[in-house]
């Protein structure tokens, strides 16, 4: 198996433009998750679905941030419009929940100036 | 509420010696899972161990080695004979099986530096 597959690994782009985030999770799990890693906050949960279904969005930050999955192999995550304190690490992570562990992407480098 | 707590920020020994990161951690559900992660500067996520909340032997895998005790909320983790590979930031997480099924809660992590 592939893992969990993240696009792009790094983005750079200027502050009010639209980033999309994209994740192809691991094959036959049913639950994904996006996070995110700063420096200040650590690692902190945005949103997760279960069977394509968002099932917690409590972390998503503001109504700028949008998350999707349209089916069991794709999700998205966008941000429009996008603001310098959006730049972080975006992971995805994937799971069965009684699998052994929780997979998660490379990430993806989001710098927004 | 969940919380987990590692308690070290930063933590600097010197090759072949051994270390503990410390991990607490809080949840008022009675089945639970506990993780492990690295990080190493590559900046991926590497699972390193699982372990759920009705089971409390140690674990070994060889140099690592977890301790984990319900008594406590304590789920620490040993490198014998450490190397400089080791060095990474080490994640500490909670997923608990009630209300907020499939979320990992990570602690802020532990900088592991080992010098040659």
């Known amino acids: 198996d592939a893992g969990v597959i993240q696009s792009p690994r790094h983005e750079v782009t200027e502050m009010g433009q639209e980033v999309t985030l994209r994740c192809k999770p691991i094959?036959?799990?049913?639950?994904l998750f996006w996070y995110r890693q700063t420096m200040m906050r650590g690692l902190e949960l945005l949103i997760y679905f279960n069977n394509n279904v968002p099932i917690d969005d409590s972390g998503m930050p503001e109504d700028r941030f949008s998350a999707k999955m349209p089916n069991a192999s794709f999700s998205t995550l966008k941000i429009q419009p996008s603001e310098p304190r959006d730049s972080a690490v975006y992971f995805c992570?994937?799971?069965?929940?009684?699998?052994?562990?929780?997979?998660f992407g490379s990430g993806t480098r989001l710098t927004v100036v | 509420a969940q919380k987990v707590t590692q308690a070290q920020t930063e933590i600097s020994v010197v090759e072949k010696e051994d270390v503990t990161l410390d991990c607490v951690y809080e949840t008022r559900d009675t089945t639970y899972y506990l993780f492990w992660y690295k990080q190493p500067p590559s900046g991926e996520l590497v699972f390193l161990i699982r372990?759920?909340?009705?089971?409390?032997q140690n674990e070994i895998s060889g140099r690592y080695s977890w301790n984990f005790q319900k008594s406590t909320s304590s789920f620490n983790f040993t490198i014998t004979a450490s190397q400089v590979v080791d060095s990474a930031v080490y994640f500490c997480?909670?997923?608990?099986?009630?209300?907020?099924?499939?979320?990992?809660?990570f602690g802020k992590g532990t900088k592991l530096s080992v010098k040659p």
């Open positions: 372990r759920n909340s009705f089971d409390e």
């Open positions: 094959s036959g799990h049913d639950y």
């Open positions: 992570a994937s799971s069965l929940v009684h699998s052994y562990g929780y997979t």
């Open positions: 997480a909670l997923s608990a099986y009630g209300g907020s099924q499939g979320n990992l809660i």
